[in-house]
T-cell receptor, first 115, second 112 residues
Framework: GAVVSQHPSRVICKSGTSVKIECRSL??????MFWYRQFPKQSLMLMAT?????????EQGVEKDKFLINHASLTLSTLTVTSAHPEDSSFYIC???????????FGEGSWLTVV | QKEVEQNSGPLSVPEGAIASLNCTYS??????FFWYRQYSGKSPELIMS????GDKEDGRFTAQLNKASQYVSLLIRDSQPSDSATYLC????????????FGAGTRLAVHP
């Protein structure tokens, strides 16, 4: 069935390095995917909309040069956190609309810890 | 004014009771509404969606929508300890059906 898979589920990286998180739609195509960030005890905050074959659109206050998004195929979007800092440590979650089911699926989320 | 507002709780109810979770939204043009459940450290999972005024029931869950009052609620009957989680209300941004904006979430604690 339709599922959204994220990888890695947990990652620890050193400050100043870059980290890539993948979001895949399984058994369905998604021309649009969404990236959220969630800090502890806070709600999900929409970061950006990933558009297949075109540039991502970022929400106000989100640095596009720091959070690089690539949606190279109809089933894969990637989020790269560049020059990561400890304050980027968070839970990153992607979602993809499943049009046929009139619903939106979320990935399992990726815990990023920057040390 | 926040686009989607929820009482952060915690809402504590005894096992077997009805838990009532509330949400208000600011965009009068909103047409669809979602309730997600999120366990600590996990991704949200969809509980209910509702599009029309009135009630929608699914098992122990009932979603209620009142567009005139810009209010949507979730009732959980016969609450179980396993229902203890944060419940997130989500509304799509105008013009973006799938671009969900979430409320802060209400933490529900069901005690035996």
């Amino acid at each position: 069935g339709a599922v959204v898979s994220q990888h890695p589920s947990r990652v620890i990286c050193k400050s100043g390095t870059s980290v890539k998180i993948e979001c895949r739609s399984l058994d369905f195509q998604a021309t649009t995917m969404f990236w959220y960030r969630q800090f502890p005890k806070q709600s999900l905050m929409l970061m950006a909309t990933s558009n297949e074959g075109s540039k991502a659109t970022y929400e106000q206050g989100v640095e596009k040069d720091k959070f690089l998004i690539n949606h190279a195929s109809l089933t894969l979007s990637t989020l790269t956190v560049t020059s990561a800092h400890p304050e980027d440590s968070s839970f990153y979650i992607c979602s993809a609309p499943y049009i046929q089911g009139n619903t939106i699926y979320f990935g399992e989320g990726s815990w990023l810890t920057v040390v | 004014q926040k686009e989607v507002e929820q009482n952060s709780g915690p809402l504590s109810v005894p096992e077997g009771a009805i838990a009532s979770l509330n949400c208000t939204y600011s965009d009068r043009g909103s047409q669809s509404f979602f309730w997600y459940r999120q366990y600590s450290g996990k991704s949200p999972e969809l509980i209910m969606s509702i599009y029309s005024n009135g009630d929608k029931e699914d098992g122990r869950f009932t979603a209620q929508l009142n567009k005139a009052s810009q209010y949507v609620s979730l009732l959980i009957r016969d609450s179980q300890p396993s229902d203890s989680a944060t419940y997130l209300c989500a509304v799509p941004l105008s013009g973006g059906y799938n671009k969900l904006i979430f409320g802060a979430g209400t933490r529900l604690a069901v005690h035996p």
